[in-house]
Each structure stands twice: as C-alpha cells, then as structure tokens.
C-alpha cells in the first residue's frame, strides 16, 4: 500500500503560479509511474500530466501543454506539478496518482483505470 498526500494548492488569481507537490509513502518511490488528475465541479475526472518510472518520459493534456510542468524527485519520494499562467478553468481538485511498475518503467499512464493508489486531492481556485 502506498499512501499519497497532495498539497500546495490555494485561491490565486489568474495569470499566478503554483506548485501542487504529492509525497509518497514509499522507499522504492522510482517503481511508480505518477500521474496528476482534476477534477471540476459537474465534469469527470481528467489526466493533467503523467510521468513515468524514470522521469524520462512525460504527457500532458492539450489543454495544460506549456503552462504546468511535472517533475519527480525520487530521493524524496516526491512528484511536483508546477503550474503557471493559470486560467480560471484551471480550478478543481487536483489528485495525484501511483501505479506500481513491474515493467515499463519508461511509459507513461494515462487512464484513471491505470492508478491504483490516490491521494485525498487539493483544491485549485483561480479567479479571474
């Protein structure tokens, strides 16, 4: 089992940045592919960004390419998601994810139905 907890998120406005940070409950941190979701009020829930086991390989969604960034650090068991230039429909609750590896190391994961660990979320609201 591992447990994830987000944070870092908060009321901005638009144009400001965050950084959402997820620490894991694992020493073997670098065995997971990470991925961070959204979800708005009404809507289903969304990929924003993954990252594989290695850190190599990343995906975002169109609708985030060239304003949030992620990153891991695994000697903190450690995955950020550096958000800049928010926009209003950025806000919803942000969760991270984990999906042990056992082969793939390289890929990133996409689908909610890839995840099998999640953090409790963290609320984004950007005002306009």
């Known amino acids: 089992q591992v447990q994830l907890v987000e944070s870092g998120g908060g009321l901005v406005q638009a144009g400001d940045s965050l950084r959402l940070s997820c620490a894991a409950s694992?020493?073997?941190?670098?065995?997971?592919?990470m991925g961070w979701f959204r979800q708005a009020p009404g809507k289903e829930r969304e990929v924003v960004a993954a990252?594989?086991?290695?850190?190599?390989?990343?995906y975002y969604a169109d609708s985030v390419k060239g304003r949030l960034t992620i990153s891991r650090d695994d000697a903190k068991s450690t995955v950020y998601l550096q958000m800049n230039t928010l926009k209003p429909e950025d806000t919803a609750v942000y969760y991270c994810?984990?999906?042990?590896?056992?082969?793939?190391?390289?890929?990133?994961?996409?689908?909610?139905?890839?995840?099998?660990?999640w953090g409790q979320g963290t609320q984004v609201t950007v005002s306009s």
């Open positions: 990252i594989s086991g290695t850190g190599d390989s990343t």
């Open positions: 994810a984990a999906r042990s590896l056992s082969f793939g190391r390289t890929l990133t994961y996409t689908a909610h139905y890839h995840y099998a660990y």
């Open positions: 694992t020493r073997t941190f670098s065995r997971y592919a």
